[in-house]
């Protein structure tokens, strides 16, 4: 046996040698010799990560890395409670993260395929029917329409073999296949020789020789690429990492500041030192956000998977929400993967429209941008007909849904047969089939013969030039024929041509039927690829939202070209490049053009995945669409990859970090949106996270810097960070979108999550928070009160800031009045939970011991709540002060 062999340009009798089979296969007996050596007919399955693992792939946080390390140094100074706080919230995390995970692999699994493909095959001079994942090299495969190619086939002889390879090739239109050996440069999708793995029979039959099977085969190569492409990061991992970075230098920074300013300027010892230290780093660090983000992204997820998006990987539920560019597959992603009649130019003249898209017969008949009565229409039953009987595939009403097999070309024939009021059935009834002439490429046409009272009537589906060449026709309409022939296919439409006659010599089913001749032409019909009707509506809410769409075909430039104007994805100024054009592109020009390009056309998979690379290093945030084999490697490269699951293959499923069940390009625009408000909620907890925590920092500083205790204890400070505000952050995640957010320009690709806004709206509430937290207790240690009595009433007055600050984080800029506190019904229960829990543990015994605290006097309650008010007022001032500085600024 040879590896690494050009099977498509080898000679039928070269590669039986190079097999060492025969004209008619092997037998049983070799090929359990053969199964031994090269193995099974079938792809490695992606091995599913175990619940442990899932478990231990949620601390894969850098925020997480510093809540373990807090932990342990908790430990280390037998701070136990700390400790155990801590240990609790990661705990509570990666449960979440879990199930979520365990989830979606479940409904991932549930997607998969679970029929075995059958195939048949020539061994012992007999035709067995055997699971497919048992064939060889040498082995004799027959194929027929609707059979499934299961492995790659160098075909031997056929009879009008055609085969669509979309989910290989992107092309949409099935291919004409033919025996012949094709030049060794030829790409794939125009090796007419071979059959590939995976792709399927609309049209003839065939036989063809195994000659690489399993992992060896284009499909096996592409999951191979899949398995070694890197696996991009999703934005949100990226602006954590950068995040979490940011924090711990200001943190160390700070601590190592405040620790030396401690022994120079004030003498204190190691233990207070360290004390201060461990207070300060505790204010700091958010230790509610890794409950909050998951819950937040968790949300999103069950809200996603209620409308056909099944999420992988929690982080790439943020990701679809700030990609800022869409690398979309145009076959069955855009269209509708079934061809479909648009365009009819009859004999008299008349250019008709026909809506509808797909393979279901909805639609009407539109002349001159009318609606058109084509019951009395003479031609269009001559359509009709000609058009449901000169053909071979099958569409009707079955369970209460629409089915069909066969070529895509006569099934869009009998869709058009059906919106014009004729069935298949009906129309044989009134004209039985006697003969018939079926299609082969090199023949370039159909005929089928029909009995009609005592005449024999011929109809002709075909080739135009073929189906003309056989009619009666003036050299006036011939010109106006081929003029309306040109402007079909200048559209990217495949055109075909119908005729009809009558044959005078008599015939029977016995008989073998003639060329047919003397026709009368009827019509041309243009079919296209045509978009999915929800399609048009997505691509405007994608430039709504300035995402740049691209599309990648393996289709032609003109029939890319054509469904992306008519989306509107090419507009002016746009570029289309082809394959080719990419391969002859330096990775600079590449990346300095790659948002001005629109459609990539007739590119191969690893084409594919140097677009995605060059869009990537541009500084684009990529999302990848995809349903076929040959998307996978870009899928798993991207930032986001989104598979379609109805019709989509397991390599493009598995490369994927989201996954379409209904197939929609529109539910990637809900994705979008989702993906959106959870960041913005996202936002909102750090905001409230950060900005309380600055707060105590600023009030620990302030009391180290003018020689006073701690105003508050580190159990307390983890208290506050983890409970109080540890609901009421988990509650706001809950939050729902702000108007217009789908509306609103992705982030800038450097943006980072602390923005001009946030750093301006962190230092007002924390100097608030702080100052005022620290007078106060600074006022109650100069009143004679002691620490213990100056802590908890400081202590509730942070509970207090943190209830209040709650309503100035639902929104950056609009007024905290302006939204009403019953439209979300889980913040309000949860800020009331938070409050009420803290008044409890005031008066449980147990945790006044823990938290060294105790009630307050109703006025000193008061006294704390006005206090408390402030931070609104400030807050609400900065608004305003936004607002007209943001309309001055633009």
Known sequence: MQSYINWHSEKIKNVISLLDTTQRGLTTEESLVRIQKVGKNELPKEKLPSLFTLYLHQFKSPLIYLLAAAAIISIIIKEYTDAYFISGVLFINSLIGVF????????????????????????????????????????????????????????????????????????????????????????????TSMAYAGSMVTHGRATGFVVETGVHTEVGKLAGTVQKAKTGKAPLIIRMQSFVKSIMYIVTGFVLLLALYSVVFKGSGLIDIFNFSVALAVSAIPEGLPIAMTVALAIATTKMSKRNVIVKNLAAVEGLGSCTMIATDKTGTLTCNELTIRKLSDHLGRQF??????????????????????????????????????????????????????????????????????????????????????????????????????????????????????????????????????????SAMKVMALAEGVHSEALDKTSIAPTPTSLEFISLLGMIDPPRPETYDAVKVCHQSGIHLAMLTGDHKLTGEAIAKELGILKEGSKVYTGEEIESMNEDRLISEISQISVFARVSPIQKLKIVEAAKKAGQFVAVTGDGVNDGPALKAANVGVAMGKSGTDVAREASDLIITDDKFSSIVFGIEEGRVAYDNIRKVIYLLISTGAGELVMVTLAILFGLPIPLLPVQLLWLNLITNGIQDVALAFEK?????????????????????????????????????????????????????????????????????????RSETRSAFAISPLKSPILLTGTIAAFSIHIFVMNWEFSKQALSVAPVSFKEFIWLFGIALILMIAMELHKIYWRKRFIIEN
């Open 100 to 191: 979520q995970e365990w989830k979606a692999q479940k409904e991932g699994q549930a997607l998969q395929k679970l029929i075995s493909v059958r195939s048949r095959v020539q061994r012992d001079d007999e035709v067995l029917e055997i699971d497919a994942k048992n064939l060889v090299p040498g082995d004799l495969v027959l194929l027929e329409a609707g059979s499934r190619v299961p492995a790659d086939l160098r075909l031997k002889s056929l009879n009008g073999l055609e085969i669509d390879e979309s989910l290989l090739t992107g092309e949409s239109i099935s291919i004409l296949k033919s025996e012949l050996p094709v030049k060794e440069d030829t790409i794939l999708a125009n090796r």
């Open 353 to 490: 429209e026909v809506s509808g898209e797909g393979y279901v017969p909805t639609g009407k008949l539109f002349y001159k941008n009318d609606i058109f009565d084509h019951s009395n229409d003479e031609t269009l039953r001559k359509i009709a007909t000609v058009g449901a009987l000169c053909n071979e595939a099958y569409l009707n009403v079955k369970n209460s849904g629409w089915n069909w097999h066969g070529d895509p070309v006569d099934i869009a024939f009998l869709s058009l047969s059906h919106k014009i009021g004729f069935t298949k059935q009906a129309l044989l009834e009134k004209y039985p089939l006697i003969s018939q002439i079926p299609f082969e490429s090199e023949r370039g046409f159909a005929a089928t013969y029909h009995k009609s009272g005592n005449k024999t009537l011929v109809f002709v589906k075909g080739a135009p030039e073929r189906v003309l060449a056989m009619c009666k026709i003036d050299k006036k309409k011939l010109i106006e024929i081929q003029s309306n022939l040109e402007a079909m296919a200048s």
């Open 737 to 809: 979108g702000e108007d217009g957010v789908i509306k609103r320009h992705p982030r800038k690709v450097k943006e980072k999550i602390f923005d001009r806004l946030m750093i301006e709206r962190t230092i007002v509430a924390a100097l608030v928070m702080g100052v005022l937290g620290f007078l106060c207790f600074s006022w109650l240690i100069n009143m004679g009160r002691s620490e213990y009595e100056a802590r908890n009433l400081t202590l509730l007055l942070m509970v207090l800031f943190e209830n209040i600050h709650i309503g100035n984080s």
